[in-house]
């Protein structure tokens, strides 16, 4: 049982940087594979960056060299550092746990436009 929560989102132009957070609470965090996954619309949901419980990092393609992944296990926090960010990161950006089951946050609205 975990819940999570996320902040950070906004109105950004392009080539700024945005960093969102996930703070979890409700279970032992650190036992949790950590992911943020975004959807824009039209579009199928799409894993972003996934850290897991002993540090390895994954990211997608597209945002490799852009975006950081990180946790800080005594704050029970997730982070995504964007930078150089672009119209096609607009989505809605949702934090994950996945420990057996997967659980989900709300999601916040990130869009890139001038």
């Known amino acids: 049982q975990l819940q999570l929560v996320e902040s950070g989102g906004g109105l950004v132009q392009p080539g700024g940087s945005l960093r969102l957070s996930c703070v979890a609470s409700?279970?032992?965090?650190?036992?949790?594979?950590m992911s943020w996954y975004r959807q824009a619309p039209g579009k199928q949901r799409e894993l972003v960056a996934r850290i897991i419980s002993g540090g390895i990092t994954n990211y997608v393609d597209s945002v490799k060299g852009r975006f950081t992944i990180s946790r800080d296990n005594a704050k029970n926090t997730v982070y995504l550092q964007m930078n150089s960010l672009k119209p096609e990161d607009t989505a809605v950006y949702y934090c994950n746990g996945k420990w057996g089951y997967d659980y989900w946050g709300q999601g916040t609205q990130v869009t890139v436009s001038s």
């Open positions: 409700g279970s032992i965090f650190s036992r949790y594979a």
